[in-house]
């Protein structure tokens, strides 16, 4: 781990101020070390990466909980725009564009990792909107939305080089016979359905 003092002179000043790092982070029963302290560095629990709240237990309760939350008083806004006399059309298109693609940004990462009751929770969510009649799609259950973005994002990065993750697909096997279409032709590491790239490779081979 590069020292701050040594960034700091070939880089760009560092604002310890606005600076946190994580605690140790625990994945299978296991704890990842902690970096090592760096005065002046807040180390926390928690951080929002790219909108997303990941704390040290991977469990992503907090992230999922907040949205929830920010989602659900949404919904004010909603019946609001439906007394002014927004038709539910577009009450639907809006539900889809603004609330359901918050609550489910970045699914792919996280997935993997809820709990049975922070799944429950995001379900009962849907259920909710579906009665206010804000959600139209009711015959999609959780699960099937969450495999339609599995599989989106897994094919934009095994159709695209030059995708950012790209570099984390494995080899491709090298086939001597053809006895059926595949999904991919990427060897398969050990199986682990918490990580998005590993989940896509069993699922969709």
Aim: glycine share 2%; proline share 5%.
């Amino acid at each position: 781990m590069i020292n701050l003092s040594t960034f700091n002179q070939r880089y760009f000043a560092i604002q310890k101020f606005k600076t946190k790092h994580s605690k140790h982070v625990i994945y299978k029963n296991s704890k990842v070390p902690s970096p090592p302290v760096n005065p002046g560095i807040l180390r926390v629990n928690s951080l929002k990466i790219l909108g997303i709240t990941i704390d040290n237990l991977l469990n992503f309760q907090s992230h999922i909980s907040s949205t929830i939350t920010a989602c659900s008083q949404m919904f004010f806004a909603l019946r609001t725009m439906r007394q002014h006399g927004l038709p539910d059309k577009a009450l639907h298109n809006i539900f889809q564009s603004k609330i359901l693609s918050k609550l489910l940004y970045a699914s792919p990462a996280w997935r993997g990792f809820i709990s049975q009751s922070i799944y429950n929770q995001i379900e009962a969510f849907l259920r909710k909107a579906t009665k206010f009649n804000f959600y139209a799609d009711a015959s999609s259950d959780l699960a099937s939305i969450l495999d339609k973005l599995d599989q989106n994002l897994f094919e934009s990065i095994t159709n695209n080089p030059n995708h950012c993750l790209y570099y984390l697909l494995p080899p491709k096997k090298v086939k001597n016979y053809d006895l059926r279409k595949r999904g991919h032709d990427y060897n398969l590491p050990l199986k682990d359905e918490k990580i998005f790239i590993n989940r896509c490779l069993f699922k969709y081979i």
